[in-house]
C-alpha cells in the first residue's frame, strides 16, 4: 500500500536508489564565459559587495583583476576611462 495515498500526486515526492539530493550551487562559484573570475581566490564581486564600493570602484577592480585573461590593455584602458570618469564625478561632489 503506498504511504503517500491521501497526499494529491503533485505533492508526492518519488523516493528511487538513483534519486540524489540536489546541491545548491552559489552564483559567486560559477561564471558564464571564461574562468579569470572563477579562478580567483575571491571574485571582483564579492571583494566589492564586502567593500561596500561603488558601480565605478568596482568595474576598475574588475578589468584590472582580469585584463592579462580576458582583453589585455583593452581592459586597462576600460579601467582607466572609469577612473577618469570616478575622478569627474568626485570633483562635481564637492
Same mark, same amino acid.
Not at 495515498?5 to 540536489?22: D, F, V
Not at 559567486?28 to 571574485?43: C, E, M, P, V
Not at 564579492?46 to 582583453?71: C, P, W
Given at each position: 500500500?503506498?504511504?503517500?495515498?491521501?497526499?494529491?500526486?503533485?505533492?508526492? $515526492?518519488?523516493?528511487? $536508489?538513483?534519486?540524489?539530493?540536489?546541491?545548491? =550551487?552559489?552564483? !559567486? *562559484? !560559477?561564471?558564464?564565459?571564461?574562468?579569470?573570475? !572563477?579562478?580567483?581566490?575571491?571574485?571582483?564581486?564579492?571583494?566589492?559587495?564586502?567593500?561596500?564600493? *561603488?558601480?565605478?570602484?568596482?568595474? =576598475?577592480?574588475?578589468?584590472?583583476? #582580469?585584463? #592579462?585573461?580576458?582583453?589585455?590593455?583593452? *581592459?586597462?584602458?576600460?579601467?582607466?576611462?572609469?577612473? *577618469?570618469?570616478?575622478? $569627474?564625478?568626485?570633483? $562635481?561632489?564637492?
Amino acid at each position: 500500500m503506498n504511504s503517500n495515498a491521501t497526499t494529491p500526486p503533485a505533492q508526492q $515526492e518519488s523516493h528511487t $536508489e538513483e534519486t540524489k539530493p540536489i546541491q545548491q =550551487v552559489s552564483a !559567486t *562559484d !560559477t561564471q558564464i564565459g571564461g574562468d579569470h573570475y !572563477t579562478k580567483l581566490a575571491i571574485q571582483p564581486m564579492q571583494y566589492s559587495m564586502e567593500n561596500g564600493l *561603488d558601480a565605478l570602484q568596482h568595474t =576598475v577592480i574588475k578589468y584590472v583583476t #582580469r585584463f #592579462r585573461d580576458k582583453n589585455g590593455i583593452e *581592459d586597462l584602458e576600460k579601467a582607466k576611462h572609469c577612473i *577618469d570618469m570616478l575622478i $569627474e564625478f568626485e570633483k $562635481e561632489q564637492k
